[in-house]
T-cell receptor, first 114, second 115 residues
Framework: SQQGEEDPQALSIQEGENATMNCSYK?????LQWYRQNSGRGLVHLILIRSNEREKHSGRLRVTLDTSKKSSSLLITASRAADTASYFC??????????????FGKGTKLSVKP | EPEVTQTPSHQVTQMGQEVILRCVPISNHLYFYWYRQILGQKVEFLVSFYNNEISEKSEIFDDQFSVERPDGSNFTLKIRSTKLEDSAMYFC?????????????FGPGTRLTVL
């Protein structure tokens, strides 16, 4: 199944601009989490938004969730070269047997040029 | 700040050999997970572990895989007889300060190369 698919696949912007990445999913979820991954490295947790929440902020990050459209967006404001990384959304399904395991999308590769 | 740690960072092994990947989850967490990421592909769920037993596993997690929490801190993934297609980055994650639907924190990963 295709759960947590991001778009665009790649995004290239100038430092100082905002970056918006989108994520779509297909089933009922308990929460959606965004992660950052620098090339070949580990996954850094950015933010979790629950199904009963519509928007969350953390520093320069803003996440929205629209459960009616089964979509989420991650906005990074005033981007920096250090934001260059791949960004993934991951959904925790909401069903009886679920133990909270996450289903990841393919990610958006963000490149911020100085 | 507490973090998940994994050892080794890189493991090279011959096809058919057994490997054990080790993880130390965050100390007050109760739910533990293994994921893998084949180069250039999505991160895939392998198994979840709670209360000293497997709570959920994916199709990938066949009889060649096993997990164990041998003591109060370590969480291990064993692959009994490695195949070429097991080459991937393996991530351990933990959650549970607020339940299984809490944030999952990932370790830095072990890159497994099967020759």
């Amino acid at each position: 199944s295709q759960q947590g698919e991001e778009d665009p696949q790649a995004l290239s912007i100038q430092e100082g601009e905002n970056a918006t990445m989108n994520c779509s999913y297909k089933t009922s979820i308990n929460n959606l989490q965004w992660y950052r991954q620098n090339s070949g490295r580990g996954l850094v947790h950015l933010i979790l938004i629950r199904s009963n929440e519509r928007e969350k902020h953390s520093g320069r990050l803003r996440v929205t969730l629209d459960t009616s459209k089964k979509s989420s967006s991650l906005l990074i404001t005033a981007s920096r070269a250090a934001d260059t990384a791949s960004y993934f959304c991951a959904t925790a399904w909401n069903y009886g047997g679920s133990q909270g395991n996450l289903i990841f999308g393919k990610g958006t590769k963000l490149s911020v040029k100085p | 700040e507490p973090e998940v740690t994994q050892t080794p960072s890189h493991q090279v092994t011959q096809m058919g050999q057994e490997v054990i990947l080790r993880c130390v989850p965050i100390s007050n967490h109760l739910y533990f997970y293994w994921y893998r990421q084949i180069l250039g592909q999505k991160v895939e769920f392998l198994v979840s572990f709670y209360n000293n037993e497997i709570s959920e596993k994916s199709e990938i997690f066949d009889d060649q895989f096993s997990v164990e929490r041998p003591d109060g801190s370590n969480f291990t993934l064993k692959i009994r007889s490695t195949k070429l297609e097991d080459s991937a980055m393996y991530f351990c994650a933990s959650s549970g300060g607020g339940g299984m639907y809490d944030e999952q924190f990932f370790g830095p990963g072990t890159r497994l190369t099967v020759l």
